[in-house]
């Protein structure tokens, strides 16, 4: 039976802090946090692993849904610089993992998930592992939400084809949104940009950190267009 408190220490360890990933407080969080209550039952041995799980099938044509790898995960919130005092987004939260960091690093988490199920798995972890200042919310992963806006921080759990106006309008003014923006279509994964975009005066500009690689996140990807 698999060492999860060993794994976890490996993982910050070997895969963490040999990219890139400095803050002190993110190494933390993910120490302390069991990445494996959040992976269905039957891949919890793969909990640690450095690439995207997948927490979720395809279903009825619907993409399946995968956790960011730790380090793209880690090191798009270390982007965000998410402070104590900070209310944050969370987009596309799936099981919560993301969240659960997340709430570990603010004052405020709100996660959206447009799958109900998983919504209330979310919500589940985090009640168990009393995360009090969390909260998991359904509804279209592109509508954010605006009723609990505005947000100091906007973390994307996948990549996008591009920026939405609606997510950007939810951010402060000197609020950060932190994304993969990777062009192409759901149910594969994209290697892209990490980009940060910043709101000054009303307007938001992104600029791109590093390369990533995530699924897009559903509800993104450019409808299918006919070519003659």
């Not at 999860?4 to 963490?16: D, G, I, K, P, W």
């Not at 995207?52 to 793209?72: K, N, Q, Y």
């Not at 605006?146 to 609020?175: C, H, R, W, Y």
């Amino acid at each position: 039976m698999i060492d999860f408190e060993r794994a976890r220490a490996s993982m910050v360890e070997s895969q963490l802090r040999t990219d890139k990933v400095t803050d002190r407080r993110i190494l933390s969080a993910f120490a302390a946090l069991p990445r494996e209550r959040f992976v269905p039952e039957g891949k919890r041995d793969l909990a640690y692993s450095d690439a995207s799980l997948e927490v979720w099938p395809s279903i009825d044509g619907a993409p399946a849904r995968f956790l960011l790898p730790p380090v793209v995960l880690a090191r798009l919130i270390q982007l965000a610089a998410v402070e104590e005092k900070d209310a944050v987004l969370d987009v596309g939260c799936a099981t919560g993992y993301s969240t659960a960091v997340l709430a570990r690093l603010a004052r405020l988490v709100t996660a959206v998930e447009a799958e109900p199920e998983l919504a209330a798995a979310a919500r589940e972890s985090l009640h168990e592992l009393e995360l009090a200042n969390a909260a998991v919310l359904e509804g279209a992963l592109t509508g954010g939400a605006p009723e609990a806006g505005p947000f100091d921080v906007i973390l994307l759990n996948g990549s996008v084809p591009e920026m939405p106006d609606t997510l950007l309008a939810q951010l402060k003014e000197g609020g950060r949104l932190c994304a993969i923006i990777a062009a192409g279509r759901e149910g594969r994964p994209r290697q892209g940009k990490a980009t940060l975009f910043v709101k000054v005066d009303g307007e938001a500009s992104g600029l791109p950190h590093f390369d990533a690689n995530a699924r897009v996140l559903p509800g993104f990807a450019p409808s299918p267009s006919f070519t003659f």
